[in-house]
T-cell receptor, first 114, second 112 residues
Framework: KAGVTQTPRYLIKTRGQQVTLSCSPI?????VSWYQQTPGQGLQFLFE???????NKGNFPGRFSGRQFSNSRSEMNVSTLELGDSALYLC?????????????FGPGTRLTVL | GQQVMQIPQYQHVQEGEDFTTYCNSS?????IQWYKQRPGGHPVFLIQ???SGEVKKQKRLTFQFGEAKKNSSLHITATQTTDVGTYFC????????????WGAGTKLIIKP
């Protein structure tokens, strides 16, 4: 099976702009989670979608939003970008059943806000 | 209560020395998972531990789950340059409102 894909891989934006990142999960995976990772930091959970519904949300401002489509592909949007939003944004998909905790990560989108 | 404490934050070793990272929880875990993130890369799943006292090996890596299922460790014997990266543990989403809870990670650095 193909792995998790994320587009674009790199993005440069300026403050105040908005951005949309895309994630295609592994075929058959209905759960998609998004994380923000800044240099030297761990994985900060943004939100998780399952079957087009947001199942969980981390402690991020409302500028961060997401959605999931019927084919399980997911997008996240950040509006009114701030310098502090510069980070690696990772998407991960998970199977169902006993291995539902296992996260398969995509390569990430590296966002730079100038 | 839901947090996972991972220590140390960094570990500097000479190539060939051993490396260990620990994850601790104040509550019992359904399972614990370990991931590795190489510099410039993304986290990659290594293993999931489920049973009390479980010990699993992957070549030079040994994973342990405590008897009380509240702690876990990852030990690397005779580190190599390919082991460089950050190792994360994560607790089951079943234990925390369906959100995977991550440790802060331990960065393995090989001294030149």
């Amino acid at each position: 099976k193909a792995g998790v894909t994320q587009t674009p891989r790199y993005l440069i934006k300026t403050r105040g702009q908005q951005v949309t990142l895309s994630c295609s999960p592994i075929s058959g995976h209905r759960s998609v989670s998004w994380y923000q990772q800044t240099p030297g930091q761990g994985l900060q959970f943004l939100f998780e979608y399952f079957s087009e519904t947001q199942r969980n949300k981390g402690n991020f401002p409302g500028r961060f939003s997401g959605r999931q489509f019927s084919n399980s592909r997911s997008e996240m949007n950040v509006s009114t970008l701030e310098l502090g939003d510069s980070a690696l944004y990772l998407c991960a998909s998970s199977p169902e059943g006993d291995n539902t905790d296992t996260q398969y990560f995509g390569p990430g989108t590296r966002l730079t806000v100038l | 209560g839901q947090q996972v404490m991972q220590i140390p934050q960094y570990q500097h070793v000479q190539e060939g020395e051993d490396f260990t990272t620990y994850c601790n929880s104040s509550t019992t875990l359904s399972n614990i998972q370990w991931y590795k993130q190489r510099p410039g890369g993304h986290p990659v799943f290594l293993i999931q531990l489920v049973k009390s006292g479980e010990v699993k090996k992957q070549k030079r890596l040994t994973f342990q789950f405590g008897e009380a299922k509240k702690n876990s460790s990852l030990h690397i014997t005779a580190t190599q340059t390919t082991d460089v990266g950050t190792y994360f543990c994560a607790r089951s989403r079943r234990d925390s409102n369906y959100q995977l809870i991550w440790g802060a990670g331990t960065k393995l650095i090989i001294k030149p």
